[in-house]
């Protein structure tokens, strides 16, 4: 597992280190569940392939739910990056099934969410997180869409380390030319991923 951590939301000085109680959890992202968004399921790739592969919106939502309850532990962090659910009753199936999810959930936002109904379901929302790992050449910085590039340049903002932009929103997409990681579900199995496997060695 990667080592002590460090995250901010401003510039590179205000990031701090994880307490040592904070430091041996796993740390998750993920992005677009989009639960309960029936539309989705007749979106198409390029080829005209369904983008989800799934009969219905039932069983679209339990494969998110259980690879989630089968990845993550209650101790863990999980990084959502934004665009968490779509339908109606959404306060009623968040506290039903979202609220029961392992682990202590952050939202990154996404173009879709409505903050005031999700924020009491997260223990952070941002529009943003900048993360610094110990003896790793470069951050993390995690936004629903891709970032610009200049934006990633910004050495005042984020310090001397190179980043890499840990993003959402794109679906099945190609993120763009560069370094970039896209975590939406269509590009993960559907399954939370460990921080790890974003580490650029």
């Known amino acids: 597992m990667t080592g002590p951590l460090r995250e901010g939301n401003n510039r590179a000085s205000a990031a701090w280190l994880f307490k040592e109680r904070d430091m041996n959890r796993n740390i998750w992202v993920i992005s677009d569940t ?16 369904p983008t989800r592969n799934f009969s219905d919106v039932n069983e679209m939502n339990e494969c998110m739910l259980d690879n989630w ?3 993550v ?28 999810l392992p682990g202590r959930k952050r939202l990154v936002v996404g173009n879709h969410d409505n903050i005031k109904m999700l924020a009491p379901f997260f223990k952070k929302v941002t ?16 936004t629903h869409t891709p970032a610009h590039p200049t934006t990633l340049g910004e050495k005042d903002r984020f310090g001397e380390n190179n980043l890499i932009n840990v993003h959402g929103h794109i679906h099945q997409n190609a993120s763009p030319n560069g370094p970039y990681k896209c975590v939406c579900v269509e590009q993960t199995d559907y399954k939370p991923v460990h921080i790890d496997e974003l580490v650029v060695k």
């Open 73 to 100: 532990n209650p101790g863990d962090i999980v990084y959502h990056l934004g665009d968490v659910l779509f339908g109606y009753d959404k306060q009623e199936w968040m506290e039903k099934n979202f609220a029961k």
């Open 69 to 71: 309850n089968d990845t």
């Open 34 to 49: 989009h639960f309960n968004h029936s539309n989705i399921l007749t979106f198409k790739d390029s080829v005209g392939k």
């Open 127 to 142: 529009l943003w997180r900048h993360l610094l790992l110990e003896n790793m050449p470069h951050g993390l910085l995690f």
